[in-house]
């Protein structure tokens, strides 16, 4: 008997691109399970971003997310919300392209911004990552992240201005197309 080959689905970009409304749904249509790992970060900790900065500044917060990276990327027949910084770890970017397609979600700064301060989780949440405003916070996360997003990503997919359906529609079609099974 042919043992089914797991998959995982990771959907790798900033915060604000819609990577865990976009896993729900992709993860519906897919049959597979979805993941958020921030919020598996959360329930592990206990407490919320903000306050394991706070605790264990960003260097804690970041070896715990290579930890919960690491075990959600072995677990198979998932699909992943990853964190915007989890491509920080090079670790986390090998495993994410052994284990399955990357998706990389991309919006523009505007847009990013835009949805973060409709967000009213955000502040409670997450913690400000650089001493600037958000716009300027955007722009410079976003130079130093987009290249490690460009790096695993296995399909690019624009979500300004797009609902959620017609993204996963278009994420659908495009790892079904013959290149992205290479």
Known sequence: QRRR??????????RGTGKSSVAQQ????????????????????GCTIRDIFAKQGEAGFRELERDVMS????????????GGGAVLNADTRSQMKAAGPVVWLQADPDTIESRL?????????????????????????????????????TVTVVTDHRDVAEIVAEIISRLNAPEARR
């Open 26 to 45: 992709l993860a519906e249509q897919s049959n597979l399970s979805m993941l958020d790992a921030d919020a598996e970060i959360e329930r592990r900790a």
């Open 117 to 153: 301060r409709s967000d009213t989780t955000t502040h409670d949440r997450r913690p400000p990552l650089t001493k600037g405003d958000l716009a300027s916070e955007i722009a410079t996360l976003l130079a130093a992240r987009e290249p490690l997003y460009r790096e695993v990503a």
């Open 71 to 82: 075990d959600l990327l072995q677990r198979g027949n998932l699909v992943i919300a990853a």
């Open 5 to 14: 080959r797991l998959i995982t689905i990771t959907l790798v970009g900033y």
